[in-house]
T-cell receptor
Framework: DAGITQSPRHKVTETGTPVTLRCHQTENHRYMYWYRQDPGHGLRLIHYSYGVKDTDKGEVSDGYSVSRSKTEDFLLTLESATSSQTSVYFC?????????????FGPGTRLTVL | AQKVTQAQTEISVVEKEDVTLDCVYETRDTTYYLFWYKQPPSGELVFLIRRNSFDEQNEISGRYSWNFQKSTSSFNFTITASQVVDSAVYFCALSEAGRGSTLGRLYFGRGTQLTVWP
């Protein structure tokens, strides 16, 4: 199994509070991704990173920011959480070898915003 | 527009039946990759298969098989002799490798919930 951990695994917070989710990998992969999973939508990309300090937006990036100061850590921040951000968040890692390699996913973080 | 369509939202079968999960994709890239993931009730996402657009050979792995047809833009997944442990949500996903594509990002279908009854 790919060495990917996410913390916290569960979090309940209130509307308007900041929240940071952490993804940690031990595989030294360049590419890291944050997805959210909602019923009826599958998984949708929030942000991704292709190296330290190199990040870009995905299709549902509004209300989220990310940072990657070390290869192994990719942080997702909700500056001011809203109820629409209640979701399960997955981090993924991969490499690029003559094309996109398989993405391996962390265990997920279930976030509830009240 | 949805790049990956899994038209079957839910499928129920009885153990030992064969079941096929459909996946239709849409892309303009000539180089792309297709994936299947399994999400059991415990919630993790488990990688099953990766296939590139230049390899149309069907693949079999135990009770699992995949049928890739570029002519119909489909990448269907068959489970032979299904078992209760196969009960899960199955996701098909597409990654594009053409110029301008978001590096390695996966476009997911909405998933098919498979329930296998004993």
């Amino acid at each position: 199994d790919a060495g990917i951990t996410q913390s916290p695994r569960h979090k309940v917070t209130e509307t308007g509070t900041p929240v940071t989710l952490r993804c940690h990998q031990t595989e030294n992969h360049r590419y890291m991704y944050w997805y959210r999973q909602d019923p009826g939508h599958g998984l949708r990309l929030i942000h991704y990173s292709y190296g330290v300090k190199d990040t870009d937006k995905g299709e549902v990036s509004d209300g989220y920011s990310v940072s990657r100061s070390k290869t192994e850590d990719f942080l997702l921040t909700l500056e001011s959480a809203t109820s629409s951000q209640t979701s399960v968040y997955f981090c993924a890692i991969s490499e690029w070898r003559e094309g996109p390699d398989t993405q391996y996913f962390g265990p997920g973080t279930r976030l509830t915003v009240l | 527009a949805q790049k990956v369509t899994q038209a079957q939202t839910e499928i129920s079968v009885v153990e030992k039946e064969d079941v096929t999960l459909d996946c239709v994709y849409e892309t303009r890239d000539t180089t792309y990759y297709l994936f299947w993931y399994k999400q059991p009730p415990s919630g993790e996402l488990v990688f099953l298969i990766r296939r590139n657009s230049f390899d149309e050979q069907n693949e079999i792995s135990g009770r699992y098989s995949w049928n890739f047809q570029k002519s119909t833009s489909s990448f269907n997944f068959t489970i032979t002799a299904s078992q209760v442990v196969d009960s899960a949500v199955y996701f098909c996903a597409l990654s594009e490798a053409g110029r301008g594509s978001t590096l390695g990002r996966l476009y997911f279908g909405r998933g098919t919930q498979l329930t296998v009854w004993p």
